[in-house]
């Protein structure tokens, strides 16, 4: 018979029981905090450009936390609408024209318009597939995001020296928010069956919430196997 194991003393306890509940705890206090942020952020922004007889904090003595962004998000969206219909589109052209011809604005606004335009156009197949790649040297394996394939001169200089490369984001830990672009040869990327959210949590926990092996690859039922000995057979 094995001896029962000897109870925790009462410091030991009360440290787990605040361990535990800090692990329930601070996830859902961060989350609350940064989307509260994020809504005064926006409220701060859209509000002093409403008119006061279209503000329902004119008529009532409290404030509405969210009018702002919920304002924010139909202009947005109307925005959207008109610019795909010929006036819209003329506006828009308008608009670039004139941001264009202006400089020092017109670097900024050129970079970031491709920036988004390559993001939400692409956004089934950028950013969403893990790899792994050899780095910072042979043996030692990094995490990253497969973007997109090399484009353009890059792509074309690519070519030229007999390489077919990737671009990839190298996330930091434990902020992967700034990192690094890296064009690494497909033959070189060991693709992962993770999501990129599994990823995402490996790199900013620092390996310390993985997701469970295996859970993702799909299920291979039984009838599929004796359907294919069949075949065979056949």
């Not at 008529?59 to 610019?83: D, K, R, S």
């Not at 390559?118 to 995001?145: C, H, Q, R």
């Not at 069956?193 to 859970?215: C, N, Y």
Request: proline share 9%; charged share 20%; net charge positive.
């Amino acid at each position: 018979m094995t001896e029962p194991l000897p109870r925790p003393s009462l410091p030991t306890r009360l440290r787990n029981n605040f361990l535990t509940g800090l692990v329930i705890c601070a996830p859902i206090a961060i989350t609350i905090w940064l989307t509260w942020t994020f809504i005064h952020w926006a409220d701060s922004w859209v509000k002093p450009y409403i008119p006061a007889r279209y503000n329902p904090e004119s008529y009532l003595q409290f404030a509405i936390p969210g009018f702002g962004l919920l304002i924010a998000l139909v202009l947005i969206t109307l925005i959207g609408f008109l610019g795909k219909n010929l006036i819209g589109r003329s506006i828009v052209e308008f608009g670039d024209g004139l941001f264009n011809r202006t400089p020092l604005v017109r670097t900024v606004h050129k970079s970031l318009k491709q920036i988004f335009e390559t993001v939400l156009k692409d956004k089934g197949t950028s950013f969403n597939k893990a790899a792994m790649i050899e780095y910072p040297s042979a043996g030692l394996w990094s995490i990253v995001f497969v973007a997109t394939d090399a484009r353009g001169e890059i792509a074309t200089k690519f070519r030229s020296m007999g390489k077919d490369m990737v671009a990839c984001f190298l996330p930091p830990t434990p902020f992967p928010t700034a990192g690094w672009l890296v064009y690494i040869p497909r033959e070189k990327i060991v693709p992962l069956d993770m999501s990129a959210e599994d990823a995402a949590k490996l790199v900013i926990s620092v390996g310390l919430v993985t997701p469970p092996e295996g859970a993702l690859l799909p299920a291979v039922k039984p009838e599929s196997k004796t359907k294919s000995k069949d075949r065979k057979k056949g």
